[in-house]
């Protein structure tokens, strides 16, 4: 039998879950008022929330001062590089660690995990120098391998979660049928597994469009993606908020849309197996 | 041909032997059972013999050649699981088909034969559906369908009706014993229900902690029980034990009678009772007497045997059916 809920405490519920939502959502709407504000109404007080003069210049000068598509595309190319790196290193290791397991399978996942417990900042200096001495510093092949690895541990962990939904009755029947692992990987792991797989993809692009600590530190120009660029407007002359906010809204404006078409194989991802 | 021969095969994880010394002869076209309690190493023995799992000792021989190293899909067995193990995103074609492309065969050909398969089978018209919108029996039959299609030396049946209700896995019984008997093909079945055991088995063999309790066709465990373990697993109900005096009277250590040799009256007989419980079944009633100094007896009336708890009955066990056991629960030959 279905619980009887009350009409109150349908309306409470409502007005809270809409409460919540809206504080969350909040920054980034503000975000995005910022950047349609002339920098002096951006910082008045009290702030103003819709009635100010709106203007699109903080676009216009963002677009002036600085090279836009190239930050993003560097963006594309960290995200999706480091991503796919991560896929060739990770499935086969997420495949062996689900279906063949160890003593030590359980002690090498917590191990990954816990490097994530390191704060980067402690191995920032011996990573700069092997970047300076390897003339890795500012190019697409250093960044992608720092991202790819800093990852790593995370694409891994969630994979094996997958790998370890699929019964292995399905794989030891694929190897009664004559099966080899290859074909095994190809013709009935992985299309089973190709939900997990486009989640793990999807989050990992986000964490990797957004990283920051990594990319503000090793790239200057070549290689730098869109955190680079919104950093740059905090710059020693002065806090520019509305063009700060221009360059941020522009930044995570791709990454919203593709996680706006893409938030069903998300929450499916993130709740994976949390309900069978 | 599709003779299967186990030669002191062993199996251990770790420390743990789940599988000892056990030698077995399973002849081409046989249909043979293993049955035993659950831990008792009758799936292991299976993916032994399937290949999912290796061997720490023995041979295991198939048409006399051995197999103990050769991968699974080259030893020519084809097996069902309990779970059917269905690709969930393939159509029951391919599903049924997928060993056959795994070997390489022709798209044509290979279409065919699972046509046949799916004819035998009644399911050609799910052959374009995948797994997910079939019931529970039907999923079973396409599992059987991916056995049977790549005409196999032999089927290995891991527990294959445990998922389905009662009614249906009558029905499914019949179906696989028709399909094993019309086919020939030497099949192994591991289950835990003993009447499945009796009804489809030409020969069971009986496992318990690993080892082989006793092998021969459902009769000759019936009538002739090798030890107090196979005595107490085969039959349904349980076979009485009897231990002390009325056994030493018989000259051994336990004595063993099954309900339905046990003769009821309400005027005279060997044993003295008071019924606890009854059943009534209708075709049977199933008593259960606590008789002093013997012990709690059940027994088993054909048709309706009136009586209710609390009264008493005489019991009668028939002479000729008690199963008599020495000290260490072996099976005493002769009679008395």
């Known amino acids: 039998m279905a619980r009887r809920i009350s009409t109150t405490h349908r309306v409470t519920a409502t007005a809270a879950g809409w409460l919540v939502g809206f504080l969350i959502f909040f920054p980034i709407l503000w975000m995005v008022l910022t950047s349609f504000k002339t920098e002096l109404d951006a910082f008045s007080t009290p702030p103003q929330f819709l009635f100010f003069h709106w203007t699109t210049e903080n676009y216009a000068i963002v677009q002036e001062r600085s090279n836009y598509l190239h930050h993003a595309m560097n963006s594309i190319i960290l995200a999706f590089g480091s991503t796919a790196v991560a896929l060739v290193v990770a499935i086969p290791a997420a495949w062996s660690m689900a279906f063949a397991p160890t003593k030590r399978t359980r002690d090498t996942l917590l191990w990954m995990l816990s490097t994530k417990m390191m704060p980067p900042v402690g191995v920032l200096v011996p990573i700069y120098l092997l970047f300076r001495d390897g003339g890795l510093l500012d190019t697409h092949i250093g960044l992608i391998m720092v991202e790819f690895l800093a990852n790593l541990p995370i694409v891994v962990w969630m994979l094996y979660t997958y790998f370890k939904e699929i019964p292995k009755d399905i794989l030891e029947a694929a190897r009664m049928d004559g099966a080899t692992i290859g074909k095994e990987l190809i013709f009935v792991l992985a299309p089973m597994a190709v939900p997990g797989i486009a989640s793990t993809v999807l989050l990992n692009v986000i964490l990797a469009w957004n990283e920051a600590f990594w990319t503000l530190n090793l790239t200057t120009v070549d290689a730098a993606p869109l955190t680079t660029f919104i950093a740059s407007y905090s710059s020693p002359e002065g806090l520019f908020w509305a063009k700060l906010s221009a360059a941020s809204t522009l930044a995570i404006a791709p990454i919203l849309v593709l996680g706006w078409f893409s938030q069903k194989q998300l929450v499916r991802g993130l709740t994976f197996g949390a309900v069978k | ?336």
Request: aromatic fraction near 6%; charge should be negative.
């Open chain 2, 1 to 336: 041909m599709g003779k299967i021969e186990l030669v002191g095969v062993e199996k251990a994880f770790g420390n743990v032997h789940v599988i000892r010394n056990v030698h077995l002869q399973v002849e081409d076209g046989e249909f043979v059972v293993f049955v035993g309690p659950s831990g008792c190493g009758k799936s292991t023995l299976l993916r032994l013999i399937a290949g999912l799992e290796d061997t720490t000792g023995g041979k295991i021989l198939i048409d006399g050649t051995d197999v103990s190293d050769t991968p699974p899909a080259k030893r020519g067995l084809s097996m069902v699981f309990q779970s059917y193990a269905l690709y969930p995103h393939m159509s029951v074609r391919s599903n049924i088909g997928f060993g056959l492309r795994m070997a390489g065969m022709p798209k044509e050909e290979r279409n065919r034969k699972v046509e046949a398969a799916a004819q035998v089978l009644n399911l050609t018209p799910y052959l374009d559906r995948r797994p997910g919108q079939l019931s529970g029996g039907q999923r079973q039959r396409v599992a059987i369908g991916r056995a049977i299609v790549r005409e196999p030396k032999a089927f290995l049946f891991d527990e294959p009706l445990s998922n389905l209700d009662a009614a249906l896995r009558v029905n499914m019984r019949l179906e696989i014993a028709r399909l094993q008997d019309t086919l020939g093909t030497t099949a192994i079945y591991v289950t835990h229900d003993q009447i499945e055991a009796m009804t489809l088995a030409d020969k069971i063999v009986v496992l318990s902690a690993g080892q082989i309790e006793q092998v021969g066709s459902p009769l000759e465990l019936y009538d002739h029980p090798a030890n107090l373990f196979v005595a107490g697993f085969i039959g349904s109900p349980k076979m009485n034990f009897v231990t002390g005096q009325a056994a030493a009277a018989r000259g051994a250590a336990t004595i063993g009678v099954r309900p339905e040799h046990i003769a009821g009256s309400r005027t005279d007989g060997e044993w003295a009772g008071t019924v606890t419980v009854a059943e009534h079944v209708g075709s049977d009633t199933f008593l259960y007497v606590a008789v002093p100094g013997i012990g709690d007896i059940t027994m088993r009336a054909v048709g309706e045997f009136a009586l209710k708890p609390g009264e008493s009955v005489y019991l009668t066990p028939d002479p000729d059916r008690i199963h008599r056991f020495d000290a260490e629960g072996q099976a005493m030959l002769a009679a008395r």
